[in-house]
């Protein structure tokens, strides 16, 4: 059984975020500060999705999608084969990374493409040791719904680097556009057949 670890910040998301189908309970109490209800994308047995309490200026909506399981890095699923980690949470991993990549490009009509960053250990940029992908979505313009207008410094190829890793200039989360994202990603993901297919709970019988 692989067992969450006191200290991580992303365990203690997982721990504080009940499995759902629909949305998430207005009631849950949630850790840490700054994540609630509103920063939630889905939560399924094995996967986590919300927004990044500090998403990158330069994107227009910035996931995280993490499984529950304390790995810490990708490279580590190898060690939990016959554990709580399955095929099938690698296969609903894949699955959820197209999925919410489909989503942005869906739901926001500025969107025109997106990152998929997923770091390992700290040479690599990692900061929190427990494996994340960042869902980064893109538009071809420069445009932030809050953030201060593109300097040179962003547009050279340092920072478009930089950016790439999740690291660039960031921001906080505007609690507005937070509530609204995951509303209609949500609403996405669950008219999607194979959402419905994966992770609906099953009928009564």
């Known amino acids: 059984m692989v067992q969450s670890q006191k200290d991580c ?11 759902f189908f629909l949305s998430p309970s207005p009631s849950q109490s949630l850790s840490p500060p700054g994540f609630n209800e509103h920063n939630i994308i889905l939560s399924t047995p094995s996967h986590i999705a919300f ?9 227009k909506c910035h996931i995280l999608l ?3 399981a304390h790995v810490c890095m990708l490279a580590d699923y190898a060690d939990y084969a016959g554990d709580c980690v399955h095929d099938d949470d690698l296969t609903r991993l894949g699955v959820l990374l197209a999925l919410l990549g489909r989503a942005l490009l869906q ?6 493409g997106f990152n998929v960053v997923q770091n390992n250990g ?4 990692q900061v929190v040791p427990h494996v994340h992908f960042h869902i980064v ?7 932030s719904s809050s953030g201060p207008p593109p300097s040179s410094a962003l547009r050279d190829r340092n920072a478009d680097t930089s950016t790439i890793y999740a690291r660039g200039q960031r921001e906080d989360l505007d609690p507005e556009f937070a509530a609204y994202a995951c509303t209609i990603l ?3 993901l669950q008219h999607h ?8 709970p099953s009928p009564k019988l």
């Open 9 to 19: 910040p992303f365990c203690t998301i997982a721990d504080s975020v009940k499995p």
């Open 51 to 59: 927004l990044d309490i500090a998403p990158l200026v330069s994107s």
């Open 66 to 68: 993490i499984p529950r």
């Open 107 to 112: 739901c926001f009509p500025s969107v025109d």
């Open 122 to 125: 700290h040479a690599a940029a």
């Open 137 to 143: 979505a893109r538009s071809s313009s420069y445009s």
């Open 186 to 188: 949500r609403d996405y």
């Open 193 to 200: 057949p194979l959402y419905l297919s994966l992770f609906s």
